[in-house]
């Protein structure tokens, strides 16, 4: 049986001021990060992770490097093109509060009907192009290791939400069932017979603190 660690990459500046990043912009993880992370690698400190993934962004790559070197374990990390996060279009480094106002039914959509998302109007990737991009990914990276193997994959909050509700086959309208996924969070899966099956989505007790709503998305 293979295990597939889901981890959301550590909050950045512009979480914190509340702007969409997307998968052309980017920012710098926080300082607080940094020990959120070294948290995280306590967690996983029993678990022999065979090989680690990341998404190509600054974020997510900074955010899997930390986590393996504060694991202290030889693990090999891969780039892979397909774990970013959603192309945003035109709402990528604008402010939640500022779009809330101007187009309040796209964000409503994004973040609870995605099956009303209107991805062409900003310019920006659907939930269907999503799904189908991530999942290849994922089920590229089953493929390539031992069927026992634990895996690490480093992504972002609206893509592995995306991502983990699609290989569990779940349909785009119920993709949000579940909430968001926080920074810095575990999403565990396994995987055996063709078959994923949540095991724990968005685990985050390890952090000790409470979140803040800018920590989830």
Do not use: C
Not at 34 to 51: S, T
Not at 188 to 216: P, V
Request: net charge negative.
């Amino acid at each position: 049986m293979m295990e597939l660690y889901f981890v959301r990459h550590g909050k950045t500046e512009w979480n914190l001021e509340g702007k969409y990043q997307g998968g052309h912009g980017d920012s710098p993880l926080l300082p607080e990060s940094m020990e959120d992370i070294k948290l995280l690698a306590k967690r996983l400190n029993d678990v022999n992770i065979a090989n680690a993934y990341t998404s190509p962004l600054p974020r997510a790559k900074t955010t899997a490097q930390t986590l393996i070197a504060d694991m202290n374990q030889t693990v090999t990390l891969t780039v892979v093109d397909g774990l970013k996060e959603f192309d945003l279009g035109i709402m990528e480094g604008q402010k939640f509060v500022k779009l809330e106002r101007e187009m309040p039914e796209i964000i409503h959509a994004f973040r609870y009907e995605p099956v009303d998302y209107d991805s062409e109007r900003i310019k920006g990737e659907s939930f269907e192009e999503v799904a189908k991009r991530t999942t290849d990914a994922v089920k590229k990276i089953v493929s390539d290791n031992d069927e026992n193997a634990s895996i690490l994959i480093v992504s972002h909050g609206a893509a592995l939400v995306t991502m983990i509700q699609s290989l569990l086959g779940t349909e785009i309208a119920d993709i949000r069932k579940d909430g968001g996924l926080s920074n810095t969070s575990l999403t565990h899966l396994e995987y055996s017979d063709n078959e994923f099956k949540l095991i724990k989505w968005n685990e985050t007790g390890y952090l000790h603190k409470k979140l803040e709503s800018t920590d989830t998305i």
